[in-house]
């Protein structure tokens, strides 16, 4: 019994130590793929995948000794410095680049600018599971399983944060992201609130977008400012930082939170409505059918809100920003399930619960699966 509790333990390790170097690497290069996703439309969650993958979460032999983050072959037109190293043919000719921010650069051009790769340019670029087979389909790697290990990553990790925060969060300079992650990982801050030059506005270039949905985050398009709920009980409070002030505002909690206008919970788009609202005047607003607006929020068939509450306009994520959710009295798990942006499907699942259970004041209720395997190889 002992030896098997070593053998276990010994396991568990290294699936840690796997987690921490992939982490580590998305912790790096997260503000990179985002910048480069808004300077040329590659998804910020692909370039991580195919980033961690390629370079053996930036550890491989190519990536150490030529910062070459994505395998890519020097081709006819690559006028820059060459290594040699053995892969599908022994000693071929792969790019070689002064730092890792770099590569990430040129993988971008790579695709943006080549011609096998445009299709891919029209997909949404949240689709990241049509982008991965789109990848294999165009000839980027020889792997039969290529797209399959992607969406893994993608999926392990919930890199598509960072394609939403690409998307709706503020715009990245990307000469202040490169210059801040040369061969060294940017500065980590351990709070939710997001560095800003006070006198223009702009993100400062150590920022790193994590998730700041505790429960929700909120990034308008013309301010820098995050707002983060404290935990819901009855006295708590919404702090409001302003960025370009310090200014820090209390307001009571009794008053609705949320923002106008659409905003995202757990990296998913969602509004709130005040009771009474037409749910088949959203969906056509939206440009979605209203049986998908109902099937995004676990609704019944209903005409109108019952309540003030939120509307989610897309699919809810299948893991939460955390690990779990304290329920409080009279919650339900359709509440936990709007609250936290998690399918209610996958809350049953992870809580092995039934349909209808009634949860209980205090009691935890898992936001994700209880194990989670590190990035397979």
Same mark, same amino acid.
């Given at each position: 019994?002992?030896?098997?509790?070593?053998?276990?333990?010994?396991?568990?390790? /290294?699936?840690? $130590?796997?987690?921490?170097?992939?982490?580590?690497?998305?912790?790096?290069?997260?503000?990179?793929?985002?910048?480069?996703?808004?300077?040329?439309?590659?998804?910020?969650?692909?370039?991580?995948?195919?980033?961690?993958?390629?370079?053996?979460?930036?550890?491989?032999?190519?990536?150490?000794?030529?910062?070459?983050?994505? +395998? #890519? *072959?020097?081709? &006819?037109?690559?006028?820059?410095?060459?290594?040699? !190293?053995?892969?599908?043919?022994?000693?071929?000719?792969?790019?070689?680049?002064?730092?890792?921010?770099?590569?990430?650069?040129?993988?971008?051009?790579?695709?943006?600018?080549?011609?096998?790769?445009?299709?891919?340019?029209?997909?949404?670029?949240?689709?990241? *599971? +049509?982008?991965?087979?789109?990848?294999?389909?165009?000839?980027?790697?020889?792997? =039969?399983?290529?797209?399959? *290990?992607?969406?893994?990553?993608?999926?392990?990790?919930?890199?598509?944060?960072?394609?939403?925060?690409?998307?709706?969060?503020?715009?990245?300079?990307?000469?202040?992201?490169?210059?801040?992650?040369?061969? %060294?990982?940017?500065?980590?801050?351990?709070?939710?609130?997001?560095?800003?030059?006070?006198?223009?506005?702009?993100?400062?270039? @150590? &920022? #790193?977008?994590?998730?700041?949905?505790?429960?929700?985050?909120?990034?308008?398009?013309?301010?820098?400012?995050?707002?983060?709920?404290?935990?819901?009980?009855?006295? @708590?409070?919404?702090?409001?930082?302003?960025?370009?002030?310090?200014?820090?505002? %209390?307001?009571?909690?009794?008053?609705?939170?949320?923002?106008?206008?659409?905003?995202? /919970?757990? !990296?998913?788009?969602?509004?709130?409505?005040?009771?009474?609202?037409?749910?088949?005047?959203?969906?056509?607003?939206?440009?979605?059918?209203?049986? =998908?607006?109902?099937?995004?929020?676990?609704?019944? @068939?209903?005409?109108? &809100?019952?309540?003030?509450?939120? /509307?989610?306009?897309?699919?809810?994520? &299948? *893991?939460?920003?955390?690990?779990?959710?304290?329920?409080?009295?009279?919650?339900?798990?359709?509440? /936990?399930?709007?609250?936290?942006?998690?399918?209610?499907?996958?809350?049953?699942?992870?809580?092995?619960?039934? =349909?209808?259970?009634?949860?209980?004041? @205090?009691?935890?209720?898992?936001? $994700?699966?209880?194990?989670?395997? +590190?990035?397979?190889?």
């Amino acid at each position: 019994m002992k030896r098997v509790f070593v053998v276990f333990f010994c396991l568990m390790t /290294i699936f840690s $130590r796997g987690q921490d170097k992939a982490q580590a690497y998305i912790d790096t290069y997260k503000n990179i793929a985002i910048a480069e996703m808004q300077r040329t439309g590659v998804p910020a969650a692909i370039t991580l995948a195919q980033g961690l993958l390629e370079s053996g979460c930036g550890e491989g032999d190519l990536c150490r000794i030529s910062n070459n983050h994505f +395998g #890519i *072959k020097c081709k &006819t037109e690559w006028t820059g410095n060459k290594v040699y !190293h053995d892969d599908d043919e022994k000693n071929e000719c792969f790019r070689s680049y002064a730092s890792g921010a770099e590569s990430y650069r040129d993988h971008s051009d790579f695709l943006k600018n080549r011609e096998p790769y445009a299709f891919l340019f029209k997909l949404d670029p949240t689709d990241y *599971k +049509g982008w991965a087979m789109g990848l294999k389909k165009a000839g980027y790697a020889t792997e =039969k399983d290529y797209p399959q *290990k992607l969406i893994k990553i993608i999926d392990d990790y919930n890199l598509n944060q960072y394609t939403y925060l690409a998307t709706t969060g503020p715009k990245l300079n990307d000469d202040s992201s490169f210059a801040s992650a040369k061969n %060294t990982p940017p500065a980590i801050q351990t709070d939710s609130t997001t560095k800003a030059d006070t006198s223009t506005g702009a993100i400062a270039k @150590d &920022t #790193i977008l994590g998730d700041l949905s505790i429960p929700f985050a909120v990034k308008p398009k013309n301010a820098v400012a995050e707002v983060v709920a404290a935990e819901e009980k009855k006295e @708590d409070s919404v702090t409001i930082i302003n960025s370009n002030t310090n200014a820090i505002v %209390t307001k009571d909690s009794s008053k609705s939170i949320y923002p106008s206008g659409i905003f995202t /919970i757990n !990296h998913t788009k969602v509004i709130y409505v005040q009771e009474g609202t037409s749910l088949l005047s959203i969906a056509n607003q939206q440009g979605i059918s209203l049986s =998908k607006l109902l099937d995004f929020n676990d609704m019944e @068939d209903v005409d109108v &809100t019952q309540s003030s509450q939120l /509307i989610f306009l897309e699919r809810k994520q &299948t *893991k939460g920003s955390t690990d779990a959710h304290i329920a409080k009295e009279n919650e339900t798990l359709l509440d /936990i399930s709007q609250q936290e942006g998690v399918r209610l499907d996958k809350i049953l699942e992870y809580n092995k619960l039934k =349909k209808g259970s009634v949860v209980k004041g @205090d009691e935890k209720i898992l936001l $994700r699966p209880f194990v989670t395997i +590190g990035v397979s190889k």
